[in-house]
Nanobody, 125 residues
Framework: QVQLVESGGGLVQAGGSLRLSCVGS????????MGWFRQAPGKEREFVAA????????RYADSVRGRFTISRNNPRNTVYLQMNTLKPDDTAHYYC??????????????????WGRGTQVTVSS
């Protein structure tokens, strides 16, 4: 079973950038779809971005499309989330997840079976 550890979160001013990383260990990282989700206090966990096993297909939430980019480096068992033009509404705990057996990388929480503990992103106005 893949184990996931996120890093790269922090405090940034609105308009700034951060790059999150998620390193997988164990299991078959390169065969799994990977996703990023986020959860703000009092809100449900929501989809941010996903990438298929090969890195050739990605999907984004409407709220981040054009600002965030998901990518992966399978030899390094790592998936990234480059976040640009950050907004205060992007403030949340960000989670990396592995899973999915569909043709396309999934966007639902329930389609992922392995989760990291997350990393906090705080965007000040």
């Amino acid at each position: 079973q893949v184990q996931l550890v996120e890093s790269g979160g922090g405090l940034v001013q609105a308009g700034g950038s951060l790059r999150l990383s998620c390193v997988g260990s164990g299991g078959t990282f390169s065969r799994r779809h990977m996703g990023w989700f986020r959860q703000a206090p009092g809100k449900e966990r929501e989809f941010v971005a996903a990438i298929n096993w090969s890195g050739g297909m990605s999907r984004y939430a409407d709220s981040v499309r054009g600002r965030f980019t998901i990518s992966r480096n399978n030899p390094r068992n790592t998936v990234y989330l480059q976040m640009n033009t950050l907004k205060p509404d992007d403030t949340a705990h960000y989670y990396c997840a592995a899973g999915g057996t569909s043709l396309y990388p999934p966007t639902r929480v329930d389609d992922y079976d392995t989760w990291g503990r997350g990393t906090q992103v705080t965007v000040s106005s």
